[in-house]
């Protein structure tokens, strides 16, 4: 069982490129969610899904767009690549009854 | 919105007992997560609190007072794989918010 799978796992950018960061898991989930972790700092939510064809901002969408066209994938894109985009992404899914379960991560590196 | 708080740092010593903090004020309160994350991995489930009181769950227990917006995780007989940080999150209206975390270092 894969669970959450996160591609790619590293990747540098130059500033306005453009990239989608892919998120597929297996476990039938109805939630996903992408988050954001800078060093030494917690997690921020970006966007978060209910449900295909359900997206919604979470706490900092600004730079981001997601799309749920089905249950198992929910990829991030980001238009304009900034410098402030500088992150670990995450992805993680959940059931009502279950926690979130987490990928791998996403290291990006915008210079 | 919401506002979640926990200390940035604890240390404590191999083999001790130590607790970790965290205020929470939010509306459509719907459970409190505990988490923890190694440094450069993805976070790991610890532990759900939906109603009050204590949850037990090995070495770890966590505690929760939804009256005064407050939860505690108890870490005990700690080890150095320990040395972590320990993240705490609130669920509302199908969202999860995370705190900053709290690293915790066990030491010798």
């Known amino acids: 069982n894969a669970g959450v799978t996160q591609t790619p796992k590293f990747r540098i950018l130059k500033i306005g490129q453009s990239m989608t960061l892919q998120c597929t898991q297996d476990?039938?989930?109805?939630?996903m969610y992408w988050y954001r972790q800078d060093p030494g700092m917690g997690l921020k939510l970006i966007y978060y899904?209910?449900?295909?064809?359900?997206?919604d901002k979470g706490e900092v969408p600004n730079g981001y767009n997601v799309s749920r066209s089905t249950t198992e994938d929910f990829p991030l894109r980001l238009e304009l690549a900034a410098p402030s985009q500088t992150s670990v992404y995450f992805c993680?899914?959940?059931?009502?009854?279950?926690?979130?379960?987490f990928g791998d991560g996403t290291r990006l590196s915008i210079l | 919105g919401q506002n979640i708080d926990q200390p940035t740092e604890m240390t404590a010593t191999e083999g001790a007992i130590v607790q970790i903090n965290c205020t929470y004020q939010?509306?459509?309160?719907?459970?409190l997560f505990w988490y923890q994350q190694h440094a450069g991995e993805a976070p790991t489930f610890l532990s759900y609190?939906?109603?009050?009181g204590l949850e037990e769950k090995g070495r770890f227990s966590s505690f929760l007072s939804r009256s005064k917006g407050y939860s505690y995780l108890l870490l005990k007989e700690l080890q150095m794989k320990d040395s972590a940080s320990y993240l705490c999150?609130?669920?509302?209206?199908?969202?999860?918010?995370f705190g900053a975390g709290t690293r915790l270092a066990v030491h010798p």
């Open positions: 993680a899914s959940s059931s009502v009854e279950e926690p979130q379960h």
């Open positions: 476990m039938n989930h109805n939630y």
């Open positions: 899904s209910v449900g295909a064809g359900i997206t």
């Open positions: 939010t509306s459509g309160f719907n459970g």
């Open positions: 609190n939906v109603l009050d």
């Open positions: 999150a609130v669920r509302a209206y199908n969202k999860l918010i």
